[in-house]
């Protein structure tokens, strides 16, 4: 149980495109959802926590208009990279917290973003 | 501030044991984890600690915690190869906050 999992797996897009990507989880009610970038080599950087319904609270230094979040339902959160630039290009992770232990987050697989 | 920190490389040999090590700078940490990452990967939750905890041992696993020098480590018993990934340590103030990763811990296992 508690599994949760992001598409697509990978993407690659030209530079001022847009690319969204998901994250579901499959068999719990995630009341809260969090969005992790991951640079090559380095740790998690937490970008923002999205609660079902509600706005989604963004960490400083995190442009809300450029990484657009919606958690529209207890079990998807969508992150939407908007005007992709090279920059962007990372691994993106979602977590969901809820079901079983709410206490424990559970991690998606990852979203590899390549932006050409 | 909020600060974990990790060594970048261990290398520990097939059968040995494996200890990773964590420092972490705020004292108001409740919950102290690790996760294990393998290549190209999401996160996946070891074990965690609670910060009136000494230690937890969980099979393979053995967690020590030093609250006073703000010091964490994991043990891995009988270090296998399917145990090379990454390891992250994470702290959090309570289950609702958010967690403060380290920089990750590559371990490496050699015949």
């Known amino acids: 149980g508690a599994v949760v999992s992001q598409h697509p797996s990978w993407v690659i897009c030209k530079s001022g495109t847009s690319v969204k990507i998901e994250c579901r989880s499959l068999?719990?009610?995630?009341?809260?959802m969090f969005w992790y970038r991951q640079f090559p080599k380095q740790s998690l950087m937490l970008m923002a926590t999205s609660n079902e319904g509600s706005k989604a609270t963004y960490e400083q230094g995190v442009e809300k208009d450029k990484f657009l979040i919606n958690h529209a339902s207890l079990t998807l959160s969508t992150l939407t990279v908007t005007s992709a630039h090279p920059e962007d290009s990372s691994f993106y992770i979602c977590s969901a917290r809820g079901g079983y232990s709410a206490d424990t987050q559970y991690f998606g697989p990852g979203t590899r973003l390549t932006v050409l | 501030g909020e600060d974990v920190e990790q060594s970048l490389f261990l290398s520990v040999r097939e059968g040995d044991s494996s200890v990773i090590n964590c420092t972490y700078t705020d004292s108001s940490s409740t919950y102290l984890y690790w996760y294990k990452q393998e290549p190209g990967a999401g996160l996946q939750l070891l074990t965690y600690?609670?910060?009136?905890?000494d230690m937890k041992q969980d099979q393979r696993l053995t967690v020590l915690l030093n609250k006073k020098d703000k010091h964490l480590s994991l043990r891995i018993a009988d270090t296998q190869t399917g145990d090379s990934a990454i390891y992250f340590c994470?702290?959090?103030?309570?289950?609702?906050?958010?967690?403060?990763f380290g920089s990750g811990t590559r371990l490496s296992i050699r015949p």
């Open positions: 068999d719990f009610q995630a009341t809260t």
């Open positions: 994470a702290e959090s103030y309570s289950s609702a906050s958010k967690i403060i």
């Open positions: 600690i609670f910060s009136n905890m």
